[in-house]
């Protein structure tokens, strides 16, 4: 037998305190972040867990969002190496060679970055 969880309906008072946590993180410009750590959104997060809104299968533990952080972290980190071996005179298939990676994600980095690469 499944057990089936009542739906959970907060007091006014925990409504009008979850509006006002809503409100401060909105006010910080964190409307689309899902897995943000700053203090107010810990605070609205830990604040809608504890009147029953969030259970543990409506929050994932962020492995995506953190995937796709440190996608973009490694982009910027060679969007750097790109840049200065660029300034440095060299073809995309050298700066390809150098850091690794293939052709084709240095044009990616190029056009994404706005990058100015010496033709052949």
């Known amino acids: 037998m499944s057990k089936v969880k009542k739906r959970v309906r907060p007091t ?59 996608t973009k972290h490694r982009h910027e980190k060679d969007a750097i190496k790109v840049t200065k071996l660029a300034y440095q005179g060299c073809k995309r298939e050298e700066i390809a060679n150098r850091i690794g990676r293939s052709r084709d994600y240095v044009s990616k980095l190029a056009v994404e970055f706005d990058i100015e690469i010496q033709r052949k």
């Open 12 to 70: 006014k008072e925990q409504w009008h305190e979850l509006n006002h946590l809503l409100d401060d993180v909105v006010e910080v410009g964190h409307v689309n972040e899902r897995n943000c750590r700053c203090t107010k959104c810990t605070k609205l997060n830990n604040y809608s867990k504890s009147i029953g809104l969030l259970d543990k299968e409506a929050t994932d533990d962020g492995r995506w969002d953190q995937r796709k952080l440190a």
